[in-house]
């Protein structure tokens, strides 16, 4: 059986019997992820959906190329972006991602360089786990290093993973006490647990030093358990005498060794700080760690809890963790070299697991709110589905992604192309191509280059559709900047259907600002067209009819 991991019996009987975790993740640290970049959803290319791990730097500048000379980049697909499979199976001495030596001999920053010369900007892939999907390095525990690399070989996109990710641990330390003092100032005073508020199942329990012991201080006779799983808390009320920066010193003991132990540390209910237990302390030894935390003059609460109740906070923590690592490396790459700073776009690539877009503003970029797509229609309707509910959660610089665009892949007729390619646009998702332009056909050209559709997808006011009929035949608005509206009926079934709406559903809607008058244009042909079509029709099976009011 498992070892507790420190936390007091009956702390770890309840855990036996309580049902499993839910999904919705606590919320911390909330402040939004702002680099400036991602007004409106990125557009580019991606290797993954044709190639898989068949690629090397010498086709990828061909196709880097067939991107520019067929027009996609200036139609606004301006990143160019290495799925996984890039990296050599190993780090470099100094502990840093190094390119395949193989397929890309010249290094990435080389090819940035022939990609930026081409009027596009690189994007890179890795992983939030020890290794990448394919089994390469991973990112987990070399955030900043990896940015900072990155950012040397100017990366101006990076795409997170999810594989082999290792959640952060539920358990939480047994703490004995803390101190609080100015930096460069020795600690005056020292708050034992029994001067702390205790909630939830935290306990108050003697601390059995072994009677002789060469190292052992003896600090605290007692130590405070059952803070695991955010159910169990102890506060204390500091105060101090100026706003600033104080270092929070945190004395705990360590029962059963092998297992790494988390703290939160959350101040005025505010920022939550994480401190990590080693998971090799030995045996009843006691374990001090600093933390520098900001503090205002007069009361503080510091509240001491693991906040990990279930993978989804995990998933929050370590991902806004992965946000500070890049925002920090390419600033101090920038100074550290005397270049212009380039913040990299950071793409969540966390398959809605953890409920992303509850935090994934906070966090990064764009943040995958669905499992893979695949290049058939029933993947295209399904990611649908469930990300059209999100709306909400997407505005300027934030976006829900339901991961890349199939269309030009696979077997699609040209209306599935179309729908899909229509539907993304309307969704203001993220326009990553994974066909192969070099192949490219005239059709799938027209499609992914329709000005009408693009200019939905970017709109500056950067909000997704909203759907306001569900049915055979789906009806979703959008509202577009200087104050226009997009309209898109979407027959989601095997057969064509005839549409009949009342003009009153789009004047009682308040999420756009309906023109009765104006003028009614269709946004696939670019013709003007009457308030009868847009109204009544037919729509044919699988297929999509869009209007600009």
Known sequence: MRKRNGACPICYARTLVTPKERKIPTLYNQKVFDNGLCKTPPMGWNSWNVFKENIDENMLYEMAKAMKNSGLVEAGYNFFNLDD???????NVKGELVSDPITFPSGIKALAKKVNELGMKLGIYSCNGPLTCQHFPGSQGYEYKDAYTF?????????????????????APLVAGIAVSEKGVKPQKLYSVEEGDRYGSAHIFTTKYPKKRWNSTQR????????????????????????????????THEVYYGYEKLLGVQVNDDKLYLIKIPADIRHWQEYITQKVISLKEGKNKIKLFNPINNNSTSDMLQFQYAGECIQQATKDYAAENGVEEKPIVFSICEWGSGEPHLWGKSAGNLWRTTGDIYHNWKSVKNLYEHNVELYKYADAGHFNDPDMLEVGVGNFSHTENLSHFALWCMMASPLLLGNDVRIMSDDIKEIITNPRLIAIDQD????QA???????????????DGGKTAICYFNKTDSNKNYIFKENIFENEEYIDYNSNGTIQNAITGENTTKDELLSGEIKARSVKVFII
């Open 220 to 251: 605290f006779k007692k130590h405070c358990s059952g803070l695991d799983a955010a159910e169990g808390s102890i506060e204390w009320n500091i105060s101090v005498e100026k706003d600033g920066e104080y270092v929070l010193t945190v004395f």
């Open 460 to 463: 500056p006011l950067a909000k």
């Open 466 to 480: 909203k759907r306001i009929v569900k049915g055979d035949v789906d009806v979703l608005v959008r509202p577009l």
């Open 151 to 171: 950012a040397s070989w100017d990366v101006e996109y990076w795409k997170l993973d999810y594989c082999h990710n290792r959640p952060y641990t539920k358990y």
């Open 85 to 91: 499979c890039w990296e050599a199976k190993e780090r």
